[in-house]
């Protein structure tokens, strides 16, 4: 970089700090594309604007105190200096002297001051220097460069465009793009109608916006894509309907036809109790028991060995309603969204390659739509499931192993007439690979269910 270059201050990108003329910008340039952006891509043309305003400001900007300095120029003791080549950092004179190097012509020496810990030395009357050429960018400066700045510190940029612009009023968001409300398509409750008719005859759904957009009349004679993001707002305001697409895609459910065990949490999995602080001395303890224990309420919980790949144990809340826990362990197997609390996506049977439809339910943390899958394979409180990253997005793979089914001891709980609840030890048929500190059969689950709903039960000891 030249020493005539002009650059940015060191911490410039690296403390972003989003400003009203930021949001001017961004909404004057949602107006101008008519188009809805994500927060990333509003933040790399924010970025681009920041640049060029930067550069316009460091090229032609005048010093509101004290002098701009060039070497040519002569000073005075106390003038204070600003200096383009440094970031328009100021110094004070404090000294001047006349040079001493026989091999150079006559000029002064300035010791400026820029604060206690930083005296320099520079040279004035000195006609024959580069400083004393206009101020240009160096285009080679990474803090110039929007695709750097972004891959640098596009995190940082991004999640305050994001934070600010969701307290403007006059602006929306749906599946994480942003668009101002005065240029939205008008969508009435007569399209919002033929909607759900389409959606019904789908059995529900999911369908993508574009097709629904097809069967509904709504104006030609607009950017599609402005209309598609209008519809995906309207939808998203009417309770009638569910986003359920991942992160990316947009798709939409009928809210009404979609699985109890989705719209609200099936009854073993209820949780009506409050956090427990754990002391000082139990924090060890904890750690090893979330390294090994996957439940949702813990949402750390679980040992994660692979990126890919995460076997479980079965346990009976999670297996009577044919749902899996939703913790770190689990996160990155399953396709999230930007704002959807529930996203339908595939279980593909890694055996039999079966199809089964799946539901993440964010807000409560589990995965559903195993019920008849446990069912059909036989499966028992205590085996073992593996749960891997599918092929495509929006598919997982699942497995209990191909162990044929034979008759082992296995702990059993049976309900007597008076609801109390007995362990025995009996001989039961079993499938797959089961931990047997952890398997249980209940052959009366319609007894069991009853108990749980009821509440009508005590601790007992072990």
């Known amino acids: 970089m030249g020493q005539n270059s002009l650059t940015l201050q060191e911490n ?16 004057n340039y949602l107006l101008e594309i008519e188009l809805p952006q994500t927060a990333e891509e509003l933040s790399k043309a924010l970025i681009a604007n920041r640049v060029s305003q930067a550069i316009d400001t460091l090229v032609n900007q005048k010093p509101a105190n004290g002098k701009q300095y060039l070497p040519k120029e002569t000073y005075k003791v106390n ?12 110094g004070t004179v404090t000294d001047i002297r006349k040079s001493n190097n026989p091999n150079l012509p006559d000029f002064d020496v300035l010791t400026v001051k ?9 040279a004035a009357n000195l006609d024959d220097h580069e400083l004393n050429q206009p101020p240009k960018v160096d285009v080679n400066d990474p803090n110039f460069n929007p695709e750097i700045i972004f891959e640098k510190f596009g995190e940082i940029i991004t999640e305050e ?51 629904l957009m097809e069967q509904i009349e709504l104006p030609t004679d607009v950017n599609s894509k402005l209309s598609e993001f209008s519809l995906n707002l309207a939808l998203e305001e009417d309770e009638r309907f569910d986003e359920v697409g991942p992160a990316g895609e947009t798709l939409w459910f009928l809210h009404r036809q979609e699985p109890d065990g989705v ?74 969204a930007y704002e959807a609390p529930r996203v339908q996506f595939k279980f593909i049977d890694k055996d039999s390659k079966e199809e089964i439809c799946g539901w993440v ?27 891997s990253k599918g092929d495509k997005p929006g ?23 008076d609801g109390g609840i007995v362990f025995a ?38």
């Open 361 to 387: 339910v964010r807000t409560n943390k589990y995965v559903f739509g195993l019920r008849d899958w446990y069912q059909s394979l036989q499966l028992i409180p205590g085996n073992y499931v593996t749960i």
């Open 161 to 211: 465009v994001s934070t600010n612009l969701e307290s403007v009023e006059d602006l929306v968001r749906i599946a994480g793009r942003w668009f101002p409300r005065a240029l939205l398509v008008d969508v009435n409750i007569g399209h919002l109608n033929l909607v759900e008719a389409v959606l019904d005859m789908a059995n529900g759904g999911p369908l993508p916006t574009r097709a």
């Open 425 to 462: 030890m009996l001989k039961q048929l079993v499938s797959g690979s089961f931990d047997e500190r952890m398997a249980v059969v209940v052959p009366d689950t319609d007894a069991l269910d009853k108990i749980w709903e009821t509440g009508n039960y005590t601790k007992q000891a072990l």
């Open 12 to 27: 410039y990108w690296s403390e972003f700090k989003f400003t009203d003329q930021d949001l001017e910008f961004l909404y």
């Open 263 to 336: 719209r609200q949490p099936p009854i073993t999995l209820r949780y009506a109790g409050s956090s427990v602080e754990t002391g000082p001395v139990d924090q060890e303890i904890s750690a090893q028991l979330l390294s090994s224990v996957i439940d949702e309420l813990e949402p750390d919980s679980g040992k994660i060995d692979s990126k890919e790949e995460v076997t479980i144990n079965l346990i009976y809340p999670h297996w009577r309603a044919g749902t899996l826990p939703m913790t770190r362990a689990f996160r990155k197997l399953f396709p999230s």
């Open 79 to 90: 003038d204070l200096l600003v200096f383009h080549a440094l970031a328009g950092k100021q």
């Open 395 to 417: 598919e997982v793979w699942i497995s209990a192993g191909k162990k044929k089914a034979s008759r082992e001891w296995v702990r059993t709980a049976l309900i007597g007439a």
């Open 114 to 122: 820029f604060n206690e810990e930083n005296i320099r030395l520079f």
